[in-house]
């Protein structure tokens, strides 16, 4: 006999992204809707904790509303609710898991506090169901850039980890200091494709470390002496000069994080490799990597460029993977927003 399938409800409020997604065990994602803050944090030039908190009051039940109606989605049909518990903000963690746990009470279903880091290791599931494990996996994000080893659902063991900034808020600080808007990080990749790579000889820190570990500060202090030596105001007239400074900068980038995840293949003896994470839609690294990994017999795998970044489809992913540690009238303030994945 076929097991019955069971559908989740997902949601995802971890900092400057609302999003919901419905995900059925046995057909898969069967809707999303997404919202992103950044235009409400672009004046700021940054996350506005407060402020995301607020928002995600006032876009997630619509957002619900909207995804049940799109999907023909019966509310009462929804057989759990998996809602993201940490790491993140804490106001908006609370809002997330507020709405999760007061729905579950009102429709007697069970709910399951989902890892924002374990949703974004698992997220190429969701295009690659059949993806075995073990595996190596590398977050990069704005946030985090780690080498992590999967074993399985649940199983995970650090590798190495960023010293100083992850990769993702070095490009977003490095756009910065090009004059890119607030986020930058994937404006400097669009301009780094009109540039030439090899201009300027920039440092890969770490590269030859002989360990997995990564930093990236020296690179971004290195990006603004060479912003000083060219000119600041003679730089910010030429959108040639900033491309070239931009692909100089990402080839560094990339590379770096190309030959630490070769080596944690090597170390490991590991045969299949998954980018995840914002700056894994990055089209320099994923071409990097696939070029690398197939002259090795290894797989890449990576989630689809719309669930790169903070999205509610892998929340419920996790959720429905996790279905059996769904529980009954959870606590509705149990949220950590410090949570070591290890843990």
């Not at 590269?207 to 020296?218: A, Y």
């Amino acid at each position: 006999m076929s097991a019955k399938s069971k559908l989740v409800l997902g949601i995802e409020t971890s900092c400057d992204e609302t999003g919901v997604a419905l995900y059925d065990t046995i057909e898969g994602l069967k809707g999303h809707k997404l919202y992103s803050q950044i235009k409400l944090h672009a004046q700021y030039g940054g996350v506005v904790p407060e402020l995301a908190s607020r928002d995600h009051v006032k876009k997630l039940l619509p957002l619900v509303r909207g995804l049940l109606s799109e999907t023909h989605t019966d509310i009462k049909s929804i057989d759990s609710i998996a809602y993201t518990k940490g790491p993140g903000l804490s106001g908006a963690l609370l809002v997330g898991t507020t709405v999760a746990n007061a729905l579950g009470y009102s429709l007697k279903k069970p709910v399951v506090g989902v890892h924002h880091l374990e949703a974004h290791l698992l997220s190429p599931l969701l295009s690659n169901p059949s993806l075995d494990f073990p595996f190596i996996a590398l977050l990069v994000s704005g946030g985090h850039t780690q080498l992590i080893q999967v074993k399985d659902i649940g199983q995970y063991r650090l590798l190495g980890d960023t010293r100083d900034d992850a990769a993702g808020e070095a490009f977003d600080k490095t756009a910065k200091l090009l004059g890119l808007p607030y986020p930058g990080g994937a404006l400097l990749s669009e301009l780094a494709q009109g540039g030439e790579a090899s201009k300027y000889p920039l440092p890969k820190p770490m590269i030859k470390s002989g360990d997995l570990n990564f930093s990236f500060s020296g690179l971004k202090t290195a990006v603004a002496h060479l912003v000083q030596k060219l000119d600041v105001k003679k730089v910010m007239a030429s959108k040639a000069l900033k491309a070239d400074i931009a692909a100089s900068f990402q080839d560094s980038v990339t590379e770096v994080l190309t030959e630490k995840c070769l080596s944690a293949l090597h170390l490991e003896g590991a045969k299949a490799l998954v980018i995840a994470g914002g700056v894994g839609a990055n089209t320099e690294l994923r071409r990097k990597i696939n070029e690398r990994t197939s002259k090795i017999g290894v797989a890449a795998y990576y989630p689809p460029f719309e669930f790169c970044t903070d999205n509610g489809a892998m929340v419920a992913l996790v959720g429905a993977l996790k279905n059996s540690e769904a529980v009954y009238g959870a606590n509705p303030f149990d949220i950590k927003p410090r949570w070591p994945l290890s843990t």
